[in-house]
């Protein structure tokens, strides 16, 4: 991986290193992969940002890797968790991996192979992203490691969610 931005990535993947130059996000680049990868630091919890756009295929792929790993005896209740709340996200999932216990939020997009992504459709997506898995997370954690129930998090998530968009100052319609 190299620092920074490269011209050595696609055009899809310029447009996410000069957002996220613009933004001062450090961020490493895989031209190899086709990867960006930028350590982010949420109001609950570090992520890092992983965003895959293979030149030859028409896909685009942004994920936030949660730094958590779910213990064994509450992976059931944690794959619960995440499978109501994906019932509930309009936008990506999250991503369980049962037998490790790691956890990411995934947004896949297809793309036509000569589509240059407008950098704002970019931005949008990863505020979507950081939002969801943002708030999301406090929740999470009393599940994995409390013992919090899948459906009580979930009753509390529209209340907790509500609140956490007010305090970022956001519609909560």
């Not at 990868?37 to 890797?65: D, K, M, R, Y």
């Not at 129930?149 to 956490?164: N, R, T």
Request: aromatic residues 10%; negative net charge; hydrophobic residues 45%.
């Amino acid at each position: 991986m190299t620092d920074g931005y490269t011209d050595h990535v696609n055009e899809n993947l310029q447009i996410v290193c000069r957002h996220l130059e613009s933004q001062d996000i450090h961020f490493e680049t895989d031209a190899e992969r086709h990867l960006v990868v930028a350590p982010l630091q949420l109001t609950h919890t570090a992520v890092h940002l992983l965003v895959h756009a293979p030149p030859e295929e028409a896909i685009l792929g942004l994920f936030l890797q949660l730094p958590m790993v779910a213990p064994a005896e509450r992976r059931p209740v944690v794959g619960e968790f995440l499978h109501r709340a994906n019932q509930f996200v309009r936008t990506g999932a999250f991503d369980f991996d049962y037998d490790t216990g790691e956890v990411r939020f995934s947004m896949t997009a297809q793309l036509a192979l000569d589509y240059t992504l407008p950098e704002e459709t970019f931005r949008r997506w990863l505020v979507m992203a950081v939002i969801t898995v943002d708030g999301f997370t406090p929740l999470l954690m009393r599940v994995a490691f409390g013992n919090l129930s899948p459906a009580s998090a979930m009753e509390q998530s529209e209340a907790f969610l509500k609140d956490y968009m007010r305090q970022l100052g956001l519609p909560t319609d």
